[in-house]
C-alpha cells in the first residue's frame, strides 16, 4: 500500500516539475506597482489624521538589524505597542555580519522586507544598487520636515529621493568618567586638549592610568579608534576640511590628516597613558574597555566613547556612579562640535505591513519608549526632553539637536572598503607600533581605488 | 485578528519541508522506478543506473559545475560584473601587498599545518598503539574533530586571552606565563612574530585527530611478523619507526598529508573569528569574504576564489590518486 502511495507523490513531483521547467516566468511590470501605490496613498491618507489604523489583519515584517542582548530587548519593547494595535508582528533578525547577509539575500530576490542600517555609506550603497524601496511617496513629508532636522533628512536620502528614517541616534564626542574618582584625586574636569594632557600627566605621576581604550571588535576592531581620529579632525581641522577629508577631495596623506592622527597618537601610543599599553588597546573588547573606571582604585580614568556605552556599564552602577564631559576643543577656532551617528530603517520589500512600520517609527512613541528605558537618543524633535532618564542623557539629546556644527561619523559615510576596511585596520596599526607614513600611504592606495567608483 | 508567531509558523514550514524532502525524494526514486518499468528489457538495464544517479548529477552540476564557470567568468569582469577589465584583477591579487602577506600566510599554513599534524598524528598513533588505554588516548584526541572551526576558535579565544599584567589573567597560556613564570603577558594575536603560529595551533589541535586515527588503522594493518623479524634482526625503536613502519605506510601518510594541506587551503574560520585577518594573519580565503561582502568587489573575489581553485587541484589530483592506489592494495 506504501509502496503504491509512494510510486503516486513520486509520479505527482516529477509532473509538477516538468511544469515548472516549462513555465514561463511571469515578469514583474513597474507600472503595476505605480498604480497599486496610487490606490494606498489614498487609503493612507485618511489614515494619518487618525491614529494608525489596522488596515491589515495580522501578518508580519521581517526585519534584520545588527542589534542583540539588551538593545535588542529595548527595541522589542519599543515595537510592541505597534504589534498590540495592528496586529502586525515584527520578525528581528540580528546579525554582527550585518552586510553579508543583507548583500546575500538581496542577491538571491529574498531581501528582508525592512532592515536596520548604522552607516548612510551603506544606504547610498544599497539605494544605487536599486535595493531600495522609496519611501517619500507614502510618508507624510511634511510632518517629517517639522520632525526632523534638515541634516538627518539629507542623510536618509540618496539623489534627492527619501530612503530611510533614522531612528536611534548616538552623540559621540564625550568622554566618561566617574566623577567620585576625580574628586579622590583632586582632579578638575579639563575644558582643552593641553589641559586634558596634563590631567593624564598629572595621573600617571599619581601612579594611575588616565586612559580606558580597548578597540578590539572582532571583524570591525579599529572602529573606536576612528572616532576618535574624526572628533579630532573635527577640532583640529574645521568642519569643511573634515567634509573634503570624507569625500576624498583631500588624500589621506595630507597634513591636516597627518595631524589628527598624530594627536590621537599622543595618547594611543603612549604605553603609560592606556589601560594595559598598546597591546591591551589592540586586545581589549571595546565594550569591555570602560569596566576600570568603576574599579576601587579605578584602573583607569577616562573613557572617550559614544552614548551608547552605559549599556556596558556593570551591572549596579547607576546614574550617580558616572558623568560625561564633551570631547574639549583643541584649536579655539573651531570649539566643540559634535560628532554623532545613528541608525537608519529603510525598506526593501514594498509591503502594506512594512509601510505601517516603517510610519510608526516616524511618530515619537517608539522613540521614546526606547529613551527612556536609556542608552537611547532620537533625533525626532517631537520627543519630549522629560522622557529621558537622566541628565546626561537628556544634555546629550540637546545637544544632539542642537549643536551649531553637526557631522555624522566619517568612517560610516565613507566607502565600505575604507570606512570598515583600511581605516579600521589602519588604526590598529598605527596602535601597534607601525609608522604613522605607512599606515597613511596604505589607506591612501586603498582609498585611490574604492572612490574610483 | 491573531497571527501565528512568526516562530510558529517557521517550525510548520521546516518540518513540512523536511517531510516534502525526505519523503519526496524517496517517493520520486520509487516513481522513476516504476515508470522504467515500461521500456524494453535491455534498454531498462543500460538506462537504470543513469536515472537513478542522474538526479544526484544534475543537482551537482547546478550547484558545483555552474558556480565555479560563473566564478571564472566573473574573475575576468570589474566590481559589479559589468564590463570586462581582462586579467586586472589577477594582476591585483599578485601585487597588492595584502594579497602578497595572505599568499604567504596560506603557505605558512601548508607546510606547517601538515607537517606538525600529520607528524604528530603519526607520533601519537605509534605510541598509543603500545598501551593498554589507548582508546582513551585515541578519543580525546580525536574529540576536537567533532567541533567546529568557529567553536575551537571561541574556545581558543579563550586560551590566549590577554590582560594587562598588574590584572588577573584568564587566558589560560597568560596565567601560566604570569602566575607559574613570572612573565609578561603576551598579546597572542597582536604580536606581528607569533600570531600566524598561534592561529595555526588551533588548527593543528583541529587536525591531528583526523590524521592519527587513519594513520593508526594503517600501522594495525602491517603483520605483526614482520615487526618481529626486525626486532629479531637487532632493530631498535627508533629504526623501525623509520625504517619499517613509515616506508610500510607511505602511501597512507601521503592520503593523510593531501587531505590536510586541503584543508589548510580551507582556513577562514579560524581566522575569521580570532582575529580577522588583523596584523599580517589574512588568509586567501578571509581575503575573498572580504571582497566579496566588504568591499563588493565581485570580479577581485572572483579572482581570489579562481586562484584558491587552481591552488587546489594539483593536491586534489595527487590526493585521489593516491587513495584508490590504497584501495587497490587493499
Redesign the interface.
Known sequence: MSKHLCKLFGLTIIAALVLAACAQPTPETIVEQVEVTRVVKEVEEVEVTKEIEVITSGGAVKVLGVWGGTEFGAFSSAVEPFTVETGIGMAFETSREQVTVLITRIEAGNPPDLAILPQPGLLVDLAKMGALVPIDTFIDMDQLKKDYAQAWIDLGSYDDTLYGIWYKGSLKSLVWYSPAAFEAGGYEVPTTWDEMIALSDQIVADGGTPWCLGIESGAASGWPATDWIEDIMLRTAGSDVYDQWVNHEIPWTDPAVKTAWEYFGQIATNEDYVWGGTVGVNSTYFGDSPVPIFEDPPGCYMHRQASFITSFFPEGVTAEDYSAFPFPEIDPAYGIPALGAGDVLVMLNDTPEARAFMQYLATPPPHESWAAAGGFLSPHRGVSLDIYPDDIARLQAETLAGAEVFRFDGSDLMPAAIGAGTFWTGTVDYVAGDDLDMVLETIEASAVDAYSE | ???L???ISQILNTLLAVLVGV??V???????D??IRFLPKNVQQRIRPWIFVGPLLLILAFYLVYPTLNTIFLSFLD?RSESFVGLKNYFFAVTN?AMLTAFRNNLLWLVLLTTFSVGLGLVIAVLANRVRYETVVKSLIFLPLAISFVGASVIWRFVY????AD?SQIGLLNSILVNFLGLEP??W????ALNNFALIAVGVWLQTGFCMVVLSAAIKSISGEVIEAARVDGANEWQLFWRIIVPMISSTIAVVATTVVINSLKAFDIV??LT?G??GTEVLANRM??EM?????FGRASAVAVILLVAIIPVMAVNIRRFQEQEAVR
Not at chain 2, 189 to 192: L, S
Open positions: 485578528m491573531e497571527a508567531p512568526a516562530s519523503g519526496g524517496i517517493s520520486l526514486y520509487v516513481a522513476l516504476f515508470l566590481k601587498p586571552a590577554y590582560k594587562p590584572v603576551i598579546g594575536f597582536v604580536e606581528k575569521f573569528v580577522n588583523n596584523r569574504y572580504k561582502f566588504q568591499f563588493r568587489d
